[in-house]
Every structure is written in C-alpha cells, then in structure tokens.
C-alpha cells in the first residue's frame, strides 16, 4: 500500500500524487482553454444585494476583478441573457431567445470586456438551456474548453431543460467542462446548476452575497482556464477478469463508478518489464478540510489468481480536485504465483467517497519495455546530483492545468509563471539517459497574509513520483527545498530507492499553492512563482534492448493523448487541484510494494 502525507498549515494530513502525460512523442504547447464567461442578467438581477446596491452591480464587480485577474492573452468571451427583453406573459417567448454573446473567447481585450459588462441592464427572462448552447457554439469546435455560468435563479424557459442540454453537450464528445455559481439561489436553483456541472465534470460554487461572488469568480475561471484535461484512446474495461480487453503499449481512457473495479489485460512477452499506471482526477466540490478517498491497482495472472502486485493512492483532498495515481511496475521476479510471461489482468477500484460524482475519468497508461540483451549501460547510483543554480534571465512560461498540456521547460534555466490559490500546474523537462536533473522553486512575496501549503513534486515517465517537498507560505518569498535525482540509468532500478529514475524521457514538474484554510473562496490573489532548473550530464545511448527496439509506451504516444477523442459517455475535464507530499510505507505481507522515495520540508 502507498499513503502519502504532506504538512498543510501546520495540520498533518494526506494527500495524493498527481499524474504525468505520456513519455514520448511531441505533447502540446501550454495552453490556456478558451472559456465562455454567461452572465445572468434577468430581471431577477435588479433585485437588492444583501451587502448594498443591486445583484448586477454585484456582478460586474465581480467580472471587473475578473478581467484584472486573468492573465494576458487568455482567450474568455462573455455571453449574457434577459437585456433586451422584459419579463412579462407577453414577452416570454421572445425573452426565452434573449441570448447574446457579446465577445467570443479570443485573446482578452480587458477594455472592450469592461465596456460591455458595464453596458448591461437586466430586464428579462433566464433562458439557461439556450445560454449553454449558445455559449458552446462560441468556443472551438476542438480541444478542451470550458464555460463559466452565473445565475441567480432557475432557468424560467425550459424546455429545454438546462440539465438536459448540459448532458446532451457531454455526451456529444465535445470536450467541454461547464463550471456554474450560485448567486443568492434558493435549493431548486442550486439543484439545477449543480446538475448541470456534474453532468460535464464540472463545478458548482456558492455566492450568497457580493462580497463572496467578487471573491468566487475568478477563481472558477481560473481553474476553467487552466483545467484538467485527461485524454486517451478510448477503452472499456470488464467488471471481472474474464474477457478483459487486451491493451497495448499507450495510453487509454475509460470511466470508473464509485467501489466499482474494472479490468484490463496485457501480453507480457519473456524478458520484459510491464509498466501499468491508472490516473483519476477527482472533482472539485464543497467540503470540510479534509475529504479522504483512496483508489488502487492489482495485479493477476489471466486465470484470475492474485499475483499478490499491487499500488494504492490515499487523498485526504480529493475536493480540491486532486489527481490519483496508482503503479504496478513488474518484470516477472518478486511473486510467488506470477513468474511467467503471458497475459496478466489488471484491475482498477475507487472507494465510495460520497461526496465525488457518481462517475469519474480513468486514464491508463501502459508500458513494455523490451529485454536487454546488450550491455546495461553505467552502473546504478542513488546519489542525486547537487543544485546549482543556473545562470540567466527569466524565461516566462505558462504551466498547462495537466499533464498533458505541460509548458515545455528547454533545458537548464530560469523561468517564470504566476499562480492563483488551489492552482496546480505542470511543467516538463527531458532527461536522456545519463543525464539529471535539479531545480528549486521559488515563491515571490504578495499581499497574502493569511497560510496556505506550497508544494512541487517530480514526477518519471510512468507516472511515478519521485519525489516531493513542501511546506507552509504566508505571502513572503519561500524557498523550497530542491529536488535533485541521480543521472537516468537503466541499472538504477536494481538500486534501492532509485526506481523510479531508470527511465529516460520526459520528466514533470508540478508546482502546488494550496487553499487559504481561513477563507476557502478566497482566490484573488496571483502567486509569483519562479523555477531554477539545471539539467547536467552527457546524453547516452542507453541500454541495448532486444531487437533495438525501445519504445516502451508506445508510438507518438503523447500525440494520441493530445488527439484522441474520449469515450461519449465520458465527462471530460475535471478541474485538476493539488497533489502529492511525504511518503509512509506500510509493509504488507506477500505483496510486492511498489516504493516511491519522497522528501517533506
């Protein structure tokens, strides 16, 4: 069993690992999401604001902290409903098509979407089912994008019915999240717009007054910018080992109900090492401080024995939106009923967390690496290499929301990025064999005065992690302390605590700001964050492999990632959060544990 353990603000508590993309091939450049921003401006919105002054003076507040907030170049369109209409009997149907979408999701024009916010009246009816599509119709026709909905009431135009239309865009393949506010809603209305982000893997966040919109808005845009996209080649597992689909090396994607398990196959041929990682990212949602969930792999031969080979992820966070990984890595030594080449089943299990969605994503990644029959290559070593920093000035670079819109780093320098609270961003960097890697991450000063967990973790190309430090942030310049490995060669997996450093290929960096305990909405405020990278060592050939051949996960496995269009019944785009810290082990007999070095500030 894996447990992992990060300090957060002086409290002890689990958390979880995240996952990586694919390890060859040419991933996409960083990218934000295009992002529809739909605002409510029914009649409704003339009502009083709690606080003073009315709901859509409210709202444009709000949207103003909003188009400070996000960063250059994002691409956010703003569409609005109920201004050119009242809401009488008479003006129904004409109010129920009052949509417009004033600007589409290219690149901000802050002025023009001020100018037009500032501009809006509300008057009428609350068409939210044609709002959604209208909306959808804006964005790109391909890639992940998303749409931000505030709304003060129920729709009052159905059908057709929001929820339905919300179901009817997933279901599509459209790779669209839809993330929804409540603002000052009663229970039916905060029914309806939490329906309609579940049905696309989205969220849904409470504003009860303004104070709290202007706080809640750019956040959920935020995270609609720079989401979690998992992708694959789509794949549906058997609910037992009997006519589980055989895979081959690259990566898939199914979906995984709550205590459910599902099966998946692999032809291990002699000689070979099986790489089998299953991700799920959970979905953001309302809770405590702690929201524990755990998910995990098996291994068992095709007749269904249990090889006693297993991987488990505990997460404390998973309403954060945290990332699950789980890895079974095996080369036929360390079981007592699995030493064979042949077909091995692997099963998959999410516990029952009550607060999750009833389905959520499931990426797989498998790997074989061929025999090595040639030479091994330079013997093994655990001792990583010393931090220097690098010399130069500062690269700016956007860190994509998952791995597999990862920012490319290009080697040794000094780069620059901003986050927002709850943010947690990848980078990636390639290691060849015989090279190594060191960097440090560096928190700026802000005007935050409250706590809140920082974090980065390393992640190999089989999605395991290789290390981890963390440690509190109070608005001041904080230093993490670096994380180094030991140069990438094949014979480090015959050492202890190096296993995960024998694989050449890309290498991710995640970097964590974690959540204001004191004010969970707050998310107002951009973390400067730089990374001091050094890559050292003369690039190798590598071991020999059977046949020449080493193309562990597959042929442009990264591409079929980027490219692949999910399964129609999957809801795409959970919205990643944070991820991984300390290690503590727990030793379990006869299974084989599959260790991660880890190292907590």
């Known amino acids: 069993m894996r447990l992992t353990v990060a300090v957060l603000a002086g409290v002890t508590c689990l958390v979880l690992s995240a996952t990586p ?9 960083p990218e934000l999401a295009p992002t529809m921003l739909v ?29 400070d907030a996000v960063p250059d170049g994002a691409p956010v369109g703003l569409a609005v409903y109920g201004t050119k209409t009242g809401s009488s009997a008479a003006e129904k149907q004409a109010g129920c098509a009052d949509v417009t979408v004033l600007r589409g999701p290219d690149p901000i024009d802050r002025a023009a979407l001020t100018g037009a916010v500032d501009g809006l009246s509300p008057r009428g009816y609350t068409p939210i089912g044609k709002a959604l599509r209208d909306a959808n119709n804006a964005l790109p026709k391909s890639g992940p994008r998303s749409i931000v909905l505030v ?167 998973a309403a954060d939106g945290e990332v699950a990984t789980a890895s079974v890595v095996w080369d036929g030594s360390g079981s007592q009923t699995c030493t064979k080449p042949g077909r091995y089943v692997f099963g998959v299990r999410r516990d029952a967390n009550e607060k ?16 090595v029959t040639g030479d091994k290559g330079p013997p093994a070593t655990d001792e990583p290499v010393a931090f220097t920093a690098p010399g130069g000035g500062e690269q700016p670079v956007v860190g994509g929301g998952s ?51 920082v974090e980065t973790t390393l992640y190999s190309p089989f999605r395991a992690s290789v290390d981890t430090t963390t440690t509190g942030y109070h608005g001041k ?29 890309w290498y991710y960096i995640a970097v964590k700001v974690g959540r204001d305990l004191a004010d969970d909405y707050r998310d107002d405020v951009g973390v400067p964050v730089r990374l001091e990278v050094s890559v050292t060592g003369t690039a190798g050939s590598g071991p020999g492999y059977a046949g020449n051949d080493s193309d562990t996960f597959g042929k442009d496995s990264t591409l079929r990632v980027a490219n692949a269009k999910p399964a129609a019944e999957f809801p795409t785009g959970w919205v990643l959060g944070g991820a991984g810290a300390a290690l503590a082990l727990a030793t379990v007999t006869g299974t084989v544990l599959i260790i991660r070095r880890r190292r907590t500030t």
Request: glycine share 10%; hydrophobic share 35%; aromatic share 8%.
């Open 356 to 371: 999750q969605p009833a389905q959520l994503p499931l990426e797989l990644l498998v790997g074989l690496e061929p025999e």
């Open 39 to 67: 605002l409510d401006a029914s009649g409704s919105m003339a009502a009083a604001d709690p606080t003073g002054g009315t709901k859509m003076d409210a709202a444009k507040r709000a949207t103003h902290t909003l188009i």
């Open 151 to 317: 709304s003060d009431g129920i729709d009052t135009c159905s059908p057709p019915d929001p929820c339905e239309v919300a179901k009817e865009l997933s279901s599509s393949g459209t790779d669209l999240i839809v993330h929804t506010v409540g603002f000052g809603v009663d229970e039916a209305a905060r029914e309806q717009l939490t329906c309609i982000a579940q049905q696309t893997g989205g969220t849904y966040t409470d504003a009860p007054d303004a104070g709290s919109l202007e706080k809640v808005l750019p956040r959920v845009t935020g995270a609609a910018l720079r989401n979690y996209q998992p992708g694959g080649i789509p794949v549906t597992g058997t609910t037992s080992v009997d006519g589980a689909p055989a895979l081959e090396p690259g990566p898939y994607l199914d979906v995984l109900a709550k205590e459910q398990r599902k099966y998946y196959a692999v032809d291990v041929p002699a000689g070979s090492t099986v790489y089998f990682t299953a991700t799920t990212a959970y979905s953001r949602v309302d809770a405590g401080m702690t929201d524990v969930a755990r998910f995990d792999v098996e291994m068992h031969a095709a007749d269904g024995t249990d090889c006693g080979v297993r991987d488990q992820s505990v997460t404390a966070f």
């Open 21 to 29: 993309a694919i390890a060859e091939g040419n991933a996409p450049r």
């Open 477 to 505: 310049t904080t230093v993490l302390k670096p994380i180094a490995t030991p140069p990438v060669n094949y014979l480090n997996r015959e050492k202890f605590g190096s296993k995960d450093v024998s694989v050449a290929g």
């Open 403 to 453: 791995f597999s819109t990862s920012a490319t780093l290009t080697g040794s320098g000094v780069y620059s990025d901003t986050l927002r609270l709850r943010e947690f961003v990848f980078y990636r960097v390639r290691l060849d064999w015989g090279q190594a890697l060191a960097y440090r991450v560096n928190y700026g000063n802000t005007s935050f005065d409250s706590s809140v967990n």
